[in-house]
């Protein structure tokens, strides 16, 4: 096939044609560059007011923002969170920082996300009630949280996983650091549970460079979450502090660069929506190619486009060798030498499959319509 495409296509980049410029040189003219700042404020009540979500928090990036909740959320050393085995490191990696083991649920085949019919099964069978709480009958350490992680910025049922939730006595901590913009019946992601989190990595859907958001609606935890992530200072004046707490605050001029992404947003989502509805388009028919299923409750932002099929090796080295870029989904948790040891709830370990098929496609906002067919063209000469 002959490329009219000369550049080679990134898979999630930044766009930065709004106000980014603007803000962050007011920042650097009236020397607000540091932690405190108007903008830090502007740009969590603009997330607040977005999702719903009553109180938000900025952090330094969504790791430490999933961290936090979880410290939050009464999490202590070797209490298990329930963590989906198919999601990016740093779900379980923010688990082990707070002194506690993730506990891994395979994946739903279609949807990618934590299966719930699994983990209910295993709360009722496996666990029982414990002095603490809810405990893992194997080793009788005690069941805190659970993590539901939203891949790819889909969603579980979440009033199945809420329901689940209560009668177990378990808290929730959301890592909906690839959801903003996605809502399940109408409500936005991070707002189901007692607390959930944001990430504005380079590739997320908007991006402060690095930065990340935690919500709730508990007055009382965003008060503490200010406070944890300010280095639990107790004082404005003299260093008293009163209680280990962590430098977790996004800066002045970032968060200035994350107000001028959220007046964005929409218009992002609305470009990867229409790329993606391109991209359904030109492969549906292919029998060796499916797609993740969205729970029709469920509108997706669309932040990043996968595929599965069985094709996902000659895929991947078809389309870098056309200079477009493309990744695999991550390798399961099960499978990382840190983790390998962990309880890994599964009945036909789905997230070894999806992770050896499934291939992510370019999904920038900056995406041109022709680019995306261009990609599209590239995978159909593949499989035919
Ligand atoms: C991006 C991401 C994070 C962490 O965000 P950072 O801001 O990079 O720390 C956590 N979990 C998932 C699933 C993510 O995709």
Redesign the pocket.
């Given at each position: 096939m002959k490329s009219i495409i000369s550049e080679p296509i990134p898979l999630s980049i930044p766009t930065l044609g709004g106000n980014e410029w603007t803000y962050i040189k007011e920042c650097l003219d009236t020397n607000w560059v540091s932690s405190v700042g108007s903008y830090v404020t502007a740009f969590e009540e603009s997330i607040a007011s977005y999702s719903g979500a009553p109180y938000a928090i900025a952090t330094v990036?969504?790791?430490?923002a999933?961290h936090i909740c979880l410290i939050l959320a009464g999490v202590e050393r070797d209490d298990y969170v329930i963590v989906p085995n198919i999601?990016?490191i740093?779900?379980a990696n923010s688990v082990a920082y707070a002194g506690a083991n993730p506990l891994f649920i395979d994946i739903e085949e279609g949807s990618w996300q934590m299966d719930l019919n699994l983990l209910e099964e295993f709360l009722r069978e496996q666990t029982e009630e414990g002095a603490s709480g809810r405990v893992y009958k194997k080793d009788g350490k005690r069941i805190k949280a659970i993590m539901p992680?939203h891949?790819l910025g889909n969603m579980a049922e979440m009033d199945k996983l809420i329901e689940i939730s209560r009668r177990y006595g378990l808290v929730i901590i959301e890592?909906s650091?690839?959801a903003l913009g996605s809502r399940y019946k109408g409500q936005h992601a991070g707002t189901f549970g007692e607390l959930g989190c944001f990430?504005?990595?380079g590739n997320?859907i908007i991006t402060t460079g690095?930065?990340?958001m935690i919500v709730t609606s508990d007055e009382e935890k965003a008060q503490r979450a200010k406070h944890l992530t300010t280095q639990a200072k107790a004082d404005p004046f003299a260093y008293v502090h009163d209680e280990i707490g962590y430098n977790y605050r996004l800066v002045n001029i970032l968060a200035a660069m994350g107000l001028a992404q959220m007046e964005q947003l929409d218009e992002f989502k609305a470009v990867r929506t229409r790329n993606a509805d391109i991209y359904r388009q030109e492969l549906s028919g292919l029998a060796e190619i499916s797609f993740q299923n969205i729970h029709p409750e469920v509108e997706v932002n669309n932040w990043l486009f996968t595929i599965r099929s069985s094709h996902q090796e000659s895929l991947i080295k078809k389309l870098l060798d056309n200079k477009v870029q493309t990744r695999p989904l991550w390798v399961p948790m099960n499978q990382l030498p840190m983790f390998g040891h962990l309880p890994y709830i599964q009945s036909e370990d789905i997230s070894a499959k999806v992770h050896s098929e499934c291939l992510s496609l370019p999904s920038s906002s900056s995406l041109k319509e022709e680019e995306v067919r261009y990609v599209a063209q590239l995978i159909k000469s593949c499989i035919k």
């Open positions: 990036n969504g790791t430490a999933l999601t990016f740093a779900s992680v891949v890592d650091t690839e990430s504005f990595n997320k690095g930065g990340g």
